[in-house]
T-cell receptor, first 110, second 115 residues
Framework: TQLLEQSPQFLSIQEGENLTVYCNSSSVFSSLQWYRQEPGEGPVLLVTVVTGGEVKKLKRLTFQFGDARKDSSLHITAAQPGDTGLYLCAGENVLDKIIFGKGTRLHILP | GAVVSQHPSWVICKSGTSVKIECRSLDFQATTMFWYRQFPKQSLMLMATSNEGSKATYEQGVEKDKFLINHASLTLSTLTVTSAHPEDSSFYIC???????????FGPGTRLTVT
């Protein structure tokens, strides 16, 4: 069974600090997505990375796909309280199945 | 991004009754939709893949006779939880899109509480 391990599971930091969330697997994924989910709502897609080594930026968020397409990271610069939420990575494997990580719950303190 | 809606957003039912949840793609046609279940503070678990005009594909451990899926049109998939029990209480989320292109859009979710 393919697994996506996310770390850390929970992170609480002060506003203005930087942070990185990791998503790791021993398997290759054809694409990987990052989502953010608010309580009681469905996940909202932030980005999709497809090419090994790919880096995408979304304002203060930087997403990177590992060269071997087995891992990814999300880096947030100068975190703000509005960044608080559950961040999920999801990988699409070669069988077109979407597998979710367990999520990283991020809390930014004002 | 594309819009996916779910109805109802929240439902409370008694044990033993059945509940139907609708998932609609509002601005695109979806030949494939996905149903997920999410327990509190946990991630999304794929339950089944809903295929328009054919039978759904269920993940291992998901009872197909308990979670009936119908995908009768390109914009609507329904999930019916039959003979619901308290342990079926969960947040059910559908998605639609083209996952092999990394395009998957989620509905807002339906919170089911079985008393």
């Amino acid at each position: 069974t393919q697994l996506l391990e996310q770390s850390p599971q929970f992170l609480s930091i002060q506003e203005g600090e930087n942070l990185t969330v990791y998503c790791n697997s021993s398997s290759v994924f054809s694409s990987l997505q990052w989502y953010r989910q608010e309580p009681g709502e469905g996940p909202v897609l932030l980005v999709t990375v497809v090419t090994g080594g790919e880096v995408k930026k979304l304002k203060r968020l930087t997403f990177q796909f590992g060269d071997a397409r087995k891992d990814s990271s999300l880096h947030i610069t100068a975190a703000q309280p509005g960044d608080t939420g559950l961040y999920l990575c999801a990988g699409e494997n070669v069988l077109d199945k979407i597998i979710f990580g367990k999520g990283t719950r991020l809390h930014i303190l004002p | 991004g594309a819009v996916v809606s779910q109805h109802p957003s929240w439902v409370i039912c008694k044990s033993g009754t059945s509940v139907k949840i609708e998932c609609r793609s509002l601005d695109f046609q979806a030949t494939t939709m996905f149903w997920y279940r999410q327990f509190p503070k946990q991630s999304l678990m794929l339950m089944a893949t809903s295929n328009e005009g054919s039978k759904a594909t269920y993940e291992q451990g998901v009872e197909k006779d308990k979670f009936l899926i119908n995908h009768a049109s390109l914009t609507l998939s329904t999930l019916t939880v039959t003979s619901a029990h308290p342990e079926d209480s969960s947040f059910y989320i559908c998605s639609a899109g083209r996952p092999f292109r990394g395009e998957q859009y989620f509905g807002p979710g339906t919170r089911l509480t079985v008393t």
